[in-house]
Structure formats: C-alpha cells, structure tokens
C-alpha cells in the first residue's frame, strides 16, 4: 500500500506482492487511498504525457513496476499540493532521476471551507502575478482538475470556464475548475455561480476602464505600466471582495 512519507515526494510500496508488476486497475487500487479520484482514465492520460512508461505484455496490456507506481504518486502529488503543470512535473521529476536537488513551490496554506484565507493570499497572489501565455489542451485540463468531460461542459455552458478559439484554455483555467469543483462538492452548482461569474467580469470592466488609455498609448513603457497596474487593481478587487464576504457572514452570525 502507497504510504505518504513526510515532506513531499518519497518512496511508497512495492506494486504489489514481492514487487512484480502490476495491470492497470491494480495500480488504480493502490492510488485510491491517497488519491480517491484517480481514474484509470487519467493514468492513461499521464502515460500518454509521457509522465510513466509502463511494460506491455505480448498481447498489449500494461505492466507497472513498483517504481511507475511510485512516479504516478509522485506526479499526483505534485498537481495536488502544487498546482503544478504537467510540463513542469515531467522536467522535476527526470531532474530527480538524473540526480539533480530541485526545490518546488512550497504547498498552499490550509483553507478555510469558501477558499476564504486571510486576505484572500493565494487568490491576490494569482491575480497580481502577470498574465501566463500557456495554454493547455482538453485532455490536460480534464486531468489537471480531476473532472469529467460532463462536467467541463457544463461549466463552459455557464461561462465559468471558456476556450479559445483554437479550442485551447488559458493556464489560469486550470484553477477556476479546481475552484468550481472544490465549491460543488458543498452543494454549489455551476446555476449558483453565475452572480459570482456576473460579478467578476463587472469588476474586469471596471478594471479596463482605468487601464485602457494607458494601453492605447504609444510609448512602450506606458503599456507596460497599464499591464502592472491591471494586476494590482485585480488584486485589490480580490481583496475587497474577500473582506466584503467575510463581514457579510459575521453579520448573518450575529
């Protein structure tokens, strides 16, 4: 059985007994203590990602080894307790193979049930930070988030969650899933979230209205400084709304 050691990544049983390898709904099994939703449809999708490589047996079926166990626990870790992307696990994880110390990001603070810490760290600290060009694809974006197809869909019905033409999402995507589904499993559909979606575009508009002269200008810098001062106007929203839901529920407790 896969055990968690302290301090992040490390190392967990054997595969299965006397560490032979083992098919895919074995692993599934091992994985679901740690990670109950794990599917074998995700496995597939890491594999796919070129995150594990197990053996096939003659007639095509996968063999894990202890260690494809291990590295699956490893990448499943890391998208849990890290938020991070498959391309930055994949590059940490054959720094680990070839020897190499290679810090990650420390893991979030603990949350309060509404993602509602003080100040609202970690939802300012995203909104401050500059825009990321990466994308992810469907199939990354389905696994990142650990949802099903159904669900994307219906959340792209209410608009919590677009793609681009291209059929691509941006990188920040990947946190609004892990958000909706995080506020679901308290009850909240996608139709209860639609004052929280009307909301944030008002206050993107708002934003827009201040930065927009300084993005039309000419000079480079100007538009530079537009860009910064978006994130920083974003971040104090997040802040006042943060602050504005926690008084509202203070007084409903009174």
């Not at 560490?19 to 599934?28: A, D, H, K, M």
């Not at 990321?132 to 792209?156: D, F, H, I, P």
Request: glycine fraction near 8%.
């Amino acid at each position: 059985m896969l055990q968690r050691p302290s301090g992040g990544a490390g190392s967990s049983g054997s595969a299965g007994a006397e560490g032979r390898p083992v098919s895919i709904g074995t692993v599934l099994n091992l994985l679901r203590d740690e990670f109950p939703e794990v599917t074998i449809s995700k496995i597939r999708f890491l594999e796919a990602e070129g995150l594990v490589e197990p053996k096939r047996t003659p007639s095509g079926y996968r063999k894990f080894s202890p260690s494809d166990v291990e590295r699956l626990a490893q990448v499943l870790r890391m998208q849990r307790d890290h938020y991070l992307p498959l391309k930055v696990i994949r590059e940490h994880l054959d720094a680990l193979e070839r020897g190499e110390r290679v810090p990650l990001p420390s893991p979030g603070q603990p949350r309060d049930a509404l993602g509602l810490s003080e100040d609202a760290d970690e939802a300012v600290e995203a909104a401050e930070a500059p825009a990321a060009s990466t994308r992810v694809g469907r199939a990354e974006l389905l696994a990142a988030a650990g949802v099903s197809e159904a669900e994307l869909a219906e959340w792209e019905s209410y608009g919590l969650v677009t793609a681009h033409p291209d059929g691509a999402f941006a990188a920040d995507s990947v946190a609004v899933a892990r958000l909706v589904a995080d506020l679901g499993r308290f009850g909240l559909e996608p139709r209860h979230l639609r004052a929280v979606k009307a909301a944030a575009d008002r206050e993107a508009g708002l934003i827009e209205q201040v930065v927009a002269p300084l993005r039309r200008h000419r000079n480079p810098q100007t538009r530079a400084h537009a860009e910064a001062t978006a994130r920083e106007l974003a971040g104090l929203s997040v802040r006042l709304h943060a602050a504005l839901v926690r008084s509202a529920l203070q007084q409903r407790g009174q």
